[in-house]
């Protein structure tokens, strides 16, 4: 068994069923999502064997897992969108991101430790990082190279299928969202995420390491 790890609204519920639907893995996740249809999230806590566990916990110790990775401008704008079950931005939504954004409570924000952190620990535990900006166009490929696999078994479900059976939890996902969100945002975002942002390179570098590549 290994993990699929990531900081909340980061895709791994799309790559777990890319494992599930895409290559038959079974799999399953450590805590309860309410209200998401069977279509959608199978039974997998009754799965006695299961070759994937998803969680957004941080690690305890080294541990077989793939950790994937979102530019956190991203993962706090569909997380504030997400809780607000609505694409329109209000100063509710704006306050549910700052919340996000400073690792603290607001509402049902959950921080799992804030994104920096989530990030360096799951980094020197994980046995695989993977970027989701650059698994984002096929998933089930990025997946096939990590575990070594050739071929698929089904097609995993497209968007609007699953959008179409619940049509709150699931996103496009679409990289660049964040343009969505106010600028003051976008900066505090970088002001307090900036380090791991540069070391995941979803920053330039800073001037000091100009010229070191």
């Not at 490929?141 to 479900?157: F, K, T, Y």
């Not at 942002?197 to 100009?210: T, V």
Request: some cysteine.
């Amino acid at each position: 068994m290994r993990y699929l790890a990531s900081y909340p609204r980061s895709g791994n519920k799309m790559f777990l069923h890319a494992l599930h639907y895409g290559l038959g893995m079974k799999c399953r996740t450590i805590y309860h999502v309410p209200d998401v249809p069977a279509e959608i999230a199978p039974r997998w806590d009754r799965v006695e064997e299961v070759d994937f566990l998803k969680t957004h916990e941080l690690p305890r110790g080294k541990t077989p897992a793939i950790y994937l990775v979102r530019d956190p401008r991203d993962v706090f704008c569909s997380y504030a969108i997400w809780t607000q079950k609505s694409t329109e931005w209000t100063d509710e939504t704006s306050k549910i991101a700052d919340a996000f954004i400073e690792n603290r409570s607001y509402g049902c924000s959950v921080s799992y430790g804030g994104w920096s952190e989530h990030v360096r620990q799951w980094r020197e535990a994980a046995t695989f990082v993977l970027r989701y900006e650059d698994c984002y166009i096929d998933p089930i490929g990025a997946l096939q190279r990590v575990l070594n696999i050739q071929e698929r078994s089904v097609d995993m479900p497209n968007f609007e299928s699953l959008q179409e059976n619940c049509n709150w939890y699931f996103q496009r996902g679409r990289p660049g969202r964040w343009g969505d969100m106010p600028e003051w945002l976008v900066r505090k975002t970088e002001d307090l995420h900036g380090e791991m942002m540069r070391e995941m390179g979803y920053l330039d570098k800073s001037p000091s390491e100009q010229g070191n590549y």
